[in-house]
């Protein structure tokens, strides 16, 4: 079972509270969409009655200690998803272009773990309300890995998040909004510095 990293926090980052769909007696939220009790950078306004997908969810930056705070959701525009980890499978969740993307670290981690054969897939967020697109790595990635080229690997990440942008077409979630919470006090909120919105209960 995969152990969390008690020296990791949230701190202001709400991007679980949005990429990922929700489907719960509470709550309805679909793909892509911010919850509508969550106050971006700040945190959950429903938080002591949050729905229960929400409450046992980390992302893979949590478990990894190689991973340092250059990783953090907020600042490196990428999330890992936990749930495959313990499968030799990581997921990379890629929210917007950032220049994280370009960076040693990232390309390091990435063709590592490729190299150790480890399962690599990224994963582009869609429009509002549409499922997100994945593909697998491994493959495109081998050559640029086994030439030790960081410009090749640059390539072979600019080709997958593009050709998905360009020639994916995506799928609606059938969610439909829908909240049945009340904020549990009107004029507050749970910090995510303090305890994080997917925290365990």
Request: aromatic content about 8%; overall charge neutral; proline content about 7%.
């Amino acid at each position: 079972m995969l152990k969390r990293l008690a020296d990791r926090s949230c701190g202001d980052c709400t991007a679980c509270c949005e990429f990922i769909p929700i489907r719960s007696p509470e709550l309805d939220k679909p793909s892509n969409t911010l919850c509508p009790h969550c106050l971006r950078g700040r945190g959950c306004t429903v938080y002591e009655v949050r729905p229960q997908p929400c409450r046992g969810w980390y992302c893979g930056w949590f478990f990894l200690a190689d991973l340092g705070p250059e990783w953090h959701p907020s600042s490196s525009g990428v999330v890992l998803r936990p749930e495959a980890i313990e499968n030799d499978a990581i997921t990379v969740v890629i929210l917007r272009r950032s220049a994280f993307l370009l960076s040693e670290a990232f390309a390091g981690a990435i063709g590592a773990w490729v190299a150790a054969g480890v399962t690599v897939s990224f994963e582009r967020v869609g429009p509002a309300g549409h499922l997100p697109a994945k593909t697998e790595m491994n493959g495109l990635l081998a050559p640029a890995i086994q030439q030790r080229s960081l410009p090749e690997l640059h390539k072979a990440f600019s080709w997958a998040i593009a050709h998905i942008d360009n020639h994916h077409r995506w799928e609606p979630d059938g969610l439909t909004l829908r909240t049945e919470l009340t904020e549990t006090t009107s004029n507050s909120f749970q910090s995510r510095s303090v305890t994080p919105f997917a925290g365990q209960s």
